[in-house]
């Protein structure tokens, strides 16, 4: 079965600082990593997503995440924050096609970070 | 465009009641799903279809039910609305290739009193 944790759920950080967001997950098959972002009364949108191309993802709005396979994480970042990316953050594992199985893109979601930027 | 869509927006039940939230999407995509969110729980897939009439229980399926009778929707059915069942609900859906990201509608948020 898989899962994903994300450490922390508030992260404060002021107006141009490095933004870091943890994710770790637990996969019995090489995974697929998303990171989404959900800003207040809205759905979810895709920040960026692992597919095994490279391990270093960049993805929209300056964010950026990394995978590491002896961690197991999938940490996001920005360099430095805008007020604008102020939102909930979550990373999901999709199920992975492999030998004899099936993939029907089931995501496997964290439980959320709050991001806080502050002037 | 308008991708996923979702009504109504806001809703509020009395314990016992029922109700049909809606879901369509106009991308032609083979895969939806339907997820509920709770506050520092994330989102848990209730249900899920991989095409017209094909439908499949996710993590959380007790106390909703679904169906898929076109490509376009995929409406998800309280039936006896418990309080246990006040959450954001989120439908998505996706195209069977590679590995499409999900696409979601602005959710419905439901209150069961």
């Known amino acids: 079965a898989q899962s994903v944790t994300q450490l922390g759920s508030h992260v404060s950080v002021s107006e141009g600082a490095l933004v870091l967001l943890r994710c770790n997950y637990s996969?019995?098959?090489?995974?697929?990593l998303f990171w989404y972002v959900q800003y207040p009364n809205q759905g979810l949108q895709l920040l960026l997503k692992?597919?095994?191309?490279?391990?270093l993802v960049k993805g929209i709005n300056g964010f950026e995440a990394e995978f590491k396979k002896s961690e197991t994480s999938f940490h996001l970042t920005k360099p430095s924050a805008h007020m604008s990316d102020a939102a909930e953050y979550f990373c999901?594992?999709?199920?992975?096609?492999?030998?004899?199985?099936?993939?029907?893109?089931?995501?496997?979601f964290g439980q959320g970070t709050i991001l806080t930027v502050h002037p | 465009n308008a991708g996923v869509t979702q009504t109504p927006k806001f809703r509020i039940l009395k314990i016992g009641q029922s109700m049909t939230l809606q879901c369509t999407q106009d991308?032609?995509?083979?895969?939806m799903y339907w997820y509920r969110q709770d506050p520092g729980m994330g989102l848990k897939l209730i249900y899920y279809s991989v095409g017209a009439g094909i439908t499949d229980k996710g993590e959380v399926p007790n106390g909703y039910n679904v169906s898929r009778s076109t490509t376009e929707d995929f409406p998800l059915r309280l039936e006896l609305a418990a309080p246990s069942q006040t959450s954001v609900y989120f439908c998505?859906?996706?195209?069977?290739?590679?590995?499409?990201?999900?696409?979601f509608g602005d959710g419905t948020r439901l209150s069961i009193l």
């Open positions: 991308m032609n995509h083979n895969y």
């Open positions: 996969s019995s098959v090489p995974p697929y």
């Open positions: 998505a859906s996706r195209r069977n290739m590679g590995l499409e990201p999900q696409h």
């Open positions: 999901a594992v999709s199920d992975r096609r492999d030998a004899g199985g099936t993939s029907y893109g089931k995501l496997t």
């Open positions: 692992y597919t095994s191309a490279a391990t």
